[in-house]
């Protein structure tokens, strides 16, 4: 039998061992008697605004189409989850042709949340595939009072405008689109279309 004083040598120098390779396991910044670095936390998305201003300054095609893109999503949600699985239901009506069901669940939508622009660009949309053509331009106009960088909404009045031959206020439209989306290729298409017969042809 391994006598007391032995035994308790051993048990002591096992522990020793063991908080050695505890230590030696440990990170340099704990030995060292210094915090470990904190994590640092996810930067934060872009707001609306930036994403508006990098649209205005940005200069490539591709990157703009991006950044168009990201402010289309952002102003896609209402924030009401009802409303927007009303939207939702209006979308697939249109794309089964059933504008008549789309016009009635945006009317609910604008109903819903007035303060919407979004909600407004779709219903006149809606009203604009039913040849209503003045509610489609009252419905736009309303979404750019909410939203006047809405460069969609703009685009699409200055679509209605030409088609009613008024050409002036679709050249004014068109223009607005394009100083908040310079690099909107079929504004620009519409803007080299209209200015001749608008201002006049340079001499």
Request: proline fraction near 6%.
């Amino acid at each position: 039998m391994m006598p007391t004083r032995l035994l308790a040598a051993l048990v002591c120098f096992t522990s020793l061992a063991v908080l050695a390779s505890a230590a030696d396991a440990a990170p340099d910044a704990a030995r060292s008697g210094r915090a470990a670095p904190e994590a640092k936390p996810a930067p934060k998305p872009p707001s609306l605004d930036d994403l508006f201003a990098r649209l205005r300054a940005s200069e490539d095609p591709v990157e703009a189409k991006g950044i168009a893109r990201l402010i289309e999503r952002r102003m896609a949600g209402s924030g009401s989850p009802t409303v927007d699985l009303l939207t939702d239901r209006a979308r697939q009506a249109v794309s089964s042709h059933d504008f008549a069901l789309a016009a009635e669940l945006m009317d609910r939508v604008t109903v819903l949340e007035p303060n919407w622009s979004e909600g407004w660009n779709r219903r006149a949309t809606v009203f604009w595939l039913l040849t209503d053509r003045d509610d489609a331009i009252a419905d736009l106009q309303r979404a750019l009072v909410l939203e006047p960088r809405h460069f969609e909404a703009w685009a699409a009045l200055g679509r209605i405008y030409e088609s009613a031959d008024d050409k002036t206020r679709a050249l004014a439209a068109f223009r607005r689109a394009r100083t908040l989306y310079p690099q909107m290729e079929k504004v620009k298409e519409a803007i080299d279309r209209l200015t001749p017969e608008v201002d006049g042809r340079d001499l």
